[in-house]
Nanobody, 122 residues
């Protein structure tokens, strides 16, 4: 069992940077591929980024602007977001999945946090 708690979301201006954090509890955190997803108002939840032992990958919409990282010693996952745009406004969720590889599919993730709101104003 893994419990996830996101933090760091807030109101920022377009062009700003923001780092989201996800604190994980549970055994063998380092074994879990981790992902970030987001859900904008009126839209479905979408993939943002994922990290596992094999590396990282990103949605095209955030590639080059966002960076996912993890600190296994601290049981933490981070999402560094640079050059934020109004369209990045959403609730951001941290997720963990069993297995060895990350995924773009939210249905493959087993554990989810409660989300943190990021609002980007123009």
């Amino acid at each position: 069992q893994v419990q996830l708690v996101e933090s760091g979301g807030r109101l920022v201006q377009a062009g700003d940077s923001l780092r989201l954090s996800c604190a994980a509890s549970g055994r063998s955190f380092s074994d879990y591929p981790m992902g970030w997803f987001r859900q904008a108002p009126g839209k479905e939840r979408e993939f943002v980024a994922a990290i596992s032992w094999s590396g990282t990958f990103y949605a095209d919409s955030v590639k080059g602007r966002f960076t996912i990282s993890r600190d296994n010693a601290k049981n933490m996952v981070y999402l560094q977001m640079n050059s934020l745009k109004v369209e990045d406004t959403a609730v951001y969720y941290c997720a963990a999945k069993r297995g060895t590889l990350g995924s773009r599919r939210e249905g493959e993730y087993d554990y989810w946090g409660q989300g943190t709101q990021v609002t980007v104003s123009s």
